[in-house]
Nanobody, 122 residues
Framework: QVQLVESGGGLVQAGGSLTLSCAASGRTFSTYNMGWFRQAPGKEREFVAAIIWSAGSAYYADSVKGRFTISRDNARNTVYLQMNNLKPEDTAVYYC???????????????WGQGTQVTVSS
């Protein structure tokens, strides 16, 4: 069992930065692939970034590549999403997810946090 709790969301002006944290409970955190998704009103939940524990590889959606960085600290059971140069179109609820396999689709993830709101004003 893995429980995920996101934090760090809030209101920020365009061009600003924000770092999201996802704290996980459970001693098997390091064995899961971790991903960040976001969902804006009226839109499908979309892939943002993922990090693969076995390979140490990170993957990003084209829309955030070069601006966002995903990282994890297994000792602290925490995954982070550092967001730089934020744009109004980044406004969404951001979700942390854990899954057995790497995937860019939300249906392949087993555990989810409750989400944290990120609002970017222009």
């Amino acid at each position: 069992q893995v429980q995920l709790v996101e934090s760090g969301g809030g209101l920020v002006q365009a061009g600003g930065s924000l770092t999201l944290s996802c704290a996980a409970s459970g001693r098997t955190f390091s064995t899961y692939n971790m991903g960040w998704f976001r969902q804006a009103p009226g839109k499908e939940r979309e892939f943002v970034a993922a990090i693969i524990w076995s390979a140490g590889s990170a993957y990003y959606a084209d829309s955030v590549k070069g601006r966002f960085t995903i990282s994890r600290d297994n000792a602290r059971n925490t995954v982070y999403l550092q967001m730089n140069n934020l744009k109004p179109e980044d406004t969404a609820v951001y979700y942390c997810a854990a899954g057995r396999y790497y995937s860019t689709t939300p249906y392949d993830y087993d555990y989810w946090g409750q989400g944290t709101q990120v609002t970017v004003s222009s």
